[in-house]
């Protein structure tokens, strides 16, 4: 009750100000060189994952993309066979601080810098009303734990709404890739597409070569 009620008024805080500082800038080396990796990875397991169907554009959704970090290798994967792909990255707690006094959203500037037809969304899923070709969703927050640690307020734990929602953003043909972390996580994700009737492929632990986290990471496609 009291984390809750604190998440919230931090929540509302954050939100109300949007304080940050301009202008971010990674210059630290290794962080750098952590984050090549991590695109690295980010390319490598869509491309396990998805299939590739060439076309002149596609819409690409990225559902909780915090600071967007992974965002190059996203962009990169779909560049690879769309010539012009238009990438929405979507954040619901866009104005979260560093501790360095820069948000998530003036860091996601640096790291989306140069990627044509790429658009951070600071807001609510449910308010996004567009249709996509590809949606991704890493670590979507399936069990209310997780979403109070990283300090969300309780009323935004709906993973059976925001699934329904995601889904219905996809376009027919369209293809959606969902990466849960743990196997708990994968078995309450299993849950949810059977209650929604949504058919699913598990691709079940996925890794790269390029990094090794400490949990395991489960795949799950849809195609609709």
Known sequence: ???????????????????????FVEKNEKLLFH????NLYTYDILGQCLNKHPSDTAKILDIGSKNWFYAKGEYHFFKSFV????????????????????????????????LKNTNYI?????SI???????????????IEPLKYWGLPEKYFMPEK?????????????????VNQGEKEAAVQKQLFEKLNIKYTEKGIVKSRFLEYKNDRYAFVINK
């Open 1 to 23: 009750m009291l984390k809750d009620l604190k998440n919230r008024f931090d929540f509302f805080i954050r939100n109300k100000t949007k304080f940050s500082r301009k202008n």
């Open 35 to 38: 984050n090549y990796l991590e």
């Open 83 to 114: 010539q012009n792909p238009c990438l929405d990255g979507v954040e619901i707690d866009a104005f979260r601080l560093y501790s360095n006094l820069y948000s998530r959203y003036e860091t996601a500037k640096f790291y989306t810098k140069n």
């Open 122 to 126: 600071a807001g609510d899923l449910l």
């Open 129 to 143: 009303n567009d249709t996509y070709d590809y949606i991704i969703w890493f670590l979507p927050f399936v069990t």
């Open 162 to 178: 925001l699934l329904y929602h995601a889904f219905s953003l996809l376009k027919n043909g369209g293809q959606m890739l969902i």
